[in-house]
T-cell receptor, first 115, second 110 residues
Framework: KAGVTQTPRYLIKTRGQQVTLSCSPI?????VSWYQQTPGQGLQFLFE???????NKGNFPGRFSGRQFSNSRSEMNVSTLELGDSALYLC??????????????FGEGSRLTVL | SQQGEEDPQALSIQEGENATMNCSYK?????LQWYRQNSGRGLVHLIL?????REKHSGRLRVTLDTSKKSSSLLITASRAADTASYFC??????????FGAGTRLTVKP
């Protein structure tokens, strides 16, 4: 069974640009969560999608958005990039929604550098 | 916002020694999970303990949970150099999302 796939793995953008990151969950998993990881703030929850609906959202500005498609693949978008958006963006999938269901399966992440 | 806080932030031990990491959290939980992350990679699930459990074992891992103190500990016995990684606790914060602590950076010296 293929794991969680995130693309691209690495990318460099400049301030003011926008970026779209993609996540393909494990086959059969309907929940996709996104996290931002930085040295200073640790792992911060961005949002979770289940069956194409956003179920939860973390404390991030509206520049951060996401969506989920009918095949459970998810994308997140960051507009008007700032230097502080440089981070490792991690996607995790699970069979059902939320932490009650058990483990999250993480992708290798997309490392974004904003210059 | 983060739900869990790991302690210590960093831990350095010799191969063969035991490593203990602690996690404290703030709100009531359904379960608590521990994850491992090798540098710059994704997280890997280690073990899950439910709120009605007090202790759980998996190989060289032992996890305890004290819901009255809102704390958990992860013990790695007979550590190996390959155990060098960051370890995170994660809890469901009541909103059906998993919140992670800042992690403990474990270094096991050969």
């Amino acid at each position: 069974k293929a794991g969680v796939t995130q693309t691209p793995r690495y990318l460099i953008k400049t301030r003011g640009q926008q970026v779209t990151l993609s996540c393909s969950p494990i086959s059969g998993h309907r929940s996709v969560s996104w996290y931002q990881q930085t040295p200073g703030q640790g792992l911060q929850f961005l949002f979770e999608y289940f069956s194409e609906t956003q179920r939860n959202k973390g404390n991030f500005p509206g520049r951060f958005s996401g969506r989920q498609f009918s095949n459970s693949r998810s994308e997140m978008n960051v507009s008007t990039l700032e230097l502080g958006d440089s981070a490792l963006y991690l996607c995790a999938s699970s069979l059902l929604a939320g932490g009650r269901t058990g483990e999250l399966f993480f992708g290798e992440g997309s490392r974004l550098t904003v210059l | 916002s983060q739900q869990g806080e790991e302690d210590p932030q960093a831990l350095s031990i010799q191969e063969g020694e035991n490593a203990t990491m602690n996690c404290s959290y703030k709100t009531s939980i359904n379960n608590l999970q521990w994850y491992r992350q090798n540098s710059g990679r994704g997280l890997v699930h280690l073990i899950l303990i439910r709120s009605n459990e007090r202790e759980k074992h998996s190989g060289r891992l032992r996890v305890t949970l004290d819901t009255s103190k809102k704390s958990s500990s992860l013990l790695i016995t007979a550590s190996r150099a390959a155990d060098t990684a960051s370890y995170f606790c994660a809890t469901d914060g009541g909103n059906n999302d998993m919140r992670f602590g800042a992690g403990t950076r474990l270094t096991v010296k050969p």
